[in-house]
């Protein structure tokens, strides 16, 4: 679980497996003082604040060579090199990962909807044998390049039905400025504009052989949230893909979910 979503606090493993909670954090502290789990060194940094936070847990050297020999995971989908990230990059990662994991908790409980990681998507040949198929590049109207690198790509796909949508996850916790006045700026607006364009090109077709896409974007405050809806709602083509909601929305994959499947584009 851990390297499938490369950080993960101790809470959240606990409420991906049933169990007593007591009983996974003495096996994450044996894991972790074994060799097979990594503890951030930057995260030492929550502890002077006030509050607990549950300690984050990444894949160590020792756990990475079990998962790739015992467990036959490809090397290109290891991580072990955890234990020196900087606290900004953990911590979106974190974020990342909460949105995951209220995913993944969300499809356990209503069962007619199955959650597919970015290994598990089934993609055209030519993009499966890419080494970062997941991330690309578009040119714009004005022949303008631009890349294209989501926070984390997943898809939902009914059990019953058997319709995909593919989502790509924007994390956003607001150390990027919405709009600049420089388009050439890295800006929330240039992100949603680098989609639109990938819907309009058809892109999430031919690449990933999806008709149905959305682009989520989780952000830390409705203020922002208000913002960031704004300029969806202005880009040239593909509004309808665009979803955005805060951390402090309540349950945000049931919200999620429901417009994911709802919405119609």
């Known amino acids: 679980m851990v390297n499938r979503h490369r950080f993960l606090r101790s809470h959240q493993i606990a409420s991906l497996i049933a169990g007593s909670k007591q009983q996974v954090l003495r096996r994450l502290q044996k894991l972790y003082h074994h060799g097979y789990l990594e503890r951030p060194v930057c995260q030492l940094n929550y502890y002077q604040r006030p509050g607990s936070k549950s300690i984050a847990y990444g894949v160590a050297s020792r756990g990475a060579t079990y998962l790739r020999h015992a467990d036959n995971t490809p090397f290109s989908r290891l991580d072990w090199r955890s234990g020196s990230v900087k606290r900004l990059f953990l911590e979106h990662a974190l974020m990342v990962s909460d949105i995951m994991v209220s995913f993944e908790i969300a499809c356990r409980k209503r069962r007619d909807v199955r959650l597919l990681i970015q290994h598990e998507i089934p993609l055209p040949d030519a993009t499966r044998d890419q080494r970062t198929p997941f991330q690309w590049m578009v040119t714009d ?122 919405a119609r584009q």
């Open 141 to 262: 109207s004005g022949k303008k390049k631009l890349s294209v690198i989501p926070d984390r790509v997943f898809a939902l796909e009914s059990n019953d039905k058997g319709e995909r949508i593919l989502c790509f996850l924007e994390a956003d916790r607001g150390t990027m400025p919405v709009e600049r006045t420089k388009h050439n700026s890295s800006s929330i607006a240039r992100k949603l504009h680098a989609y639109s364009v990938t819907w309009k090109n058809g892109i999430h077709s031919s690449r990933f052989g999806a008709s149905r896409v959305r682009v989520i974007i989780v952000t830390s405050s409705e203020n922002r949230c208000q913002r960031i809806r704004a300029v969806s709602s202005s880009v040239s083509s593909g509004k309808g893909i665009f979803l955005q909601t805060c951390l402090t929305s309540g349950d945000l994959s049931d919200f999620c979910l429901g417009l994911i499947w709802k």
